[in-house]
């Protein structure tokens, strides 16, 4: 069988160079890049880099490796660094991981100061992170935990999204919450027999569906998609 798609790598690494931006900003996501791929339970970096996909002769290097795998949860990301992000370095450079968690986020959330246990960078998507799975070990689910998490950012936060794919090897999520620039902070899915895709972004043809505002996508092994309202506390 067929391992992950070449098509979807060749276009996301276009997008490093031509990917959507909020109105007025540089065109593109150039502050880094990075790929994780889970092996069985356990999430290693294929590549973390802390510059443009689109500059990078590794990112060929990791795509054609993975048309050799058959099969796993990968999660990938290309950054455009924010303010409240802090500059290009592979400590802050997404996804990140923490034991078999990884997370990779699009937005920003304003003078989030807070410092949870564990954190390595300073960006805020990290913190955010941190947050969650620190919750997520007190937590009777992952439901409970992120929707204490979310609920904390909105009391005491402003934000411009939330967005976020996240993985514990099992289970993949993707959550968009959005207080501004709707129309970019998009969260989609494209679901097929073989496998499903969440990008912000459509990849590769056509048949992707959108995840509405506010809403939790429930991604199993068994390619099912749930979406639901997220129980704030």
Aim: aromatic residues 12%; charged residues 25%.
């Amino acid at each position: 069988s067929e391992g992950f798609s070449q098509e979807y790598f060749a276009e996301f690494r276009n997008l490093a160079e031509n990917g959507k931006v909020r109105r007025g900003a540089e065109p593109g996501h150039k502050d880094g890049w990075g790929i994780v791929l889970y092996d069985g339970k356990t999430p290693k970096y294929l590549a973390r880099e802390p510059k443009s996909a689109s500059a990078d002769l590794k990112y060929l290097e990791v795509s054609e490796q993975l048309a050799k795998v058959k099969e796993g949860i990968l999660l990938a990301h290309l950054r455009k660094a924010t303010r409240n992000g802090g500059p290009p370095s592979v400590e802050n450079t997404h996804p990140f991981v923490n034991g078999r968690w990884v997370f990779a986020h699009n937005g920003g959330i304003r003078r989030f100061n807070v410092k949870p246990r564990g954190l390595k960078g300073i960006t805020d998507s990290e913190r955010f992170f941190r947050l969650l799975t620190n919750r997520i070990e007190k937590s009777v689910s992952f439901e409970d935990a992120l929707g204490w998490a979310v609920s904390f950012v909105r009391r005491n936060f402003d934000y411009s999204s939330l967005n976020f794919v996240l993985s514990n090897g099992n289970v993949l999520y993707a959550y968009r919450d959005c207080n501004e620039a709707e129309n970019y902070y998009t969260m989609l899915y494209k679901r097929s027999k073989k496998e499903v895709v969440v990008s912000q972004e459509p990849l590769a043809g056509g048949g992707w569906k959108s995840i509405p505002n506010r809403n939790l996508a429930v991604v199993q092994k068994d390619m099912s998609v749930q979406i639901q309202p997220l129980q704030l506390h």
